[in-house]
């Protein structure tokens, strides 16, 4: 199985809204979409760890699929703007290592 790189994610859900007319979503609403499926992940979340479990007639949800979900609103975002998330996230993770170098206890 060949693992999903970050660019192969970009160009699969660019070729996936590029077969339809209305295109990518602006910014605004991908940022409420991406808001929308947050509070999905919540709900997922709160009824697997939290202290309020889902009603007997309520379907099993997925954190999985909420979070791919999320991934897939980034990646429009992402697309929509003409940013590379792979290189996004080599700086973020830069970023994490020098800033919070010292911050956490490492194990030994």
Same mark, same amino acid.
């Given at each position: 199985? /060949?693992?999903?790189?970050?660019?192969?994610?970009?160009?699969?859900?660019? @070729?996936?809204?590029?077969?339809?007319?209305?295109?990518?979503?602006?910014? =605004?609403?991908?940022?409420? &979409?991406?808001?929308?499926?947050?509070? @999905?992940? %919540?709900?997922?979340? /709160?009824?697997?760890?939290?202290?309020?479990?889902?009603?007997? *007639? *309520?379907? @099993?949800?997925?954190? %999985?699929?909420?979070?791919?979900? =999320?991934?897939?609103?980034?990646?429009? =975002? %992402? /697309?929509?703007?003409?940013?590379?998330? !792979?290189?996004?996230?080599?700086?973020?993770?830069?970023?994490?290592?020098?800033?919070? %170098? !010292?911050?956490?206890? &490492?194990?030994?």
């Amino acid at each position: 199985m /060949n693992d999903l790189t970050l660019k192969q994610m970009q160009k699969e859900v660019d @070729e996936y809204i590029g077969q339809f007319k209305e295109g990518y979503f602006s910014p =605004m609403t991908l940022v409420v &979409r991406l808001s929308e499926e947050l509070g @999905e992940l %919540a709900r997922e979340v /709160n009824h697997h760890y939290g202290e309020k479990p889902k009603k007997k *007639e *309520e379907e @099993e949800g997925s954190i %999985a699929l909420e979070l791919a979900d =999320m991934m897939f609103v980034i990646t429009c =975002m %992402a /697309n929509s703007l003409q940013i590379d998330l !792979d290189d996004a996230h080599k700086r973020v993770m830069e970023k994490f290592r020098t800033r919070d %170098a !010292d911050r956490w206890t &490492r194990k030994e």
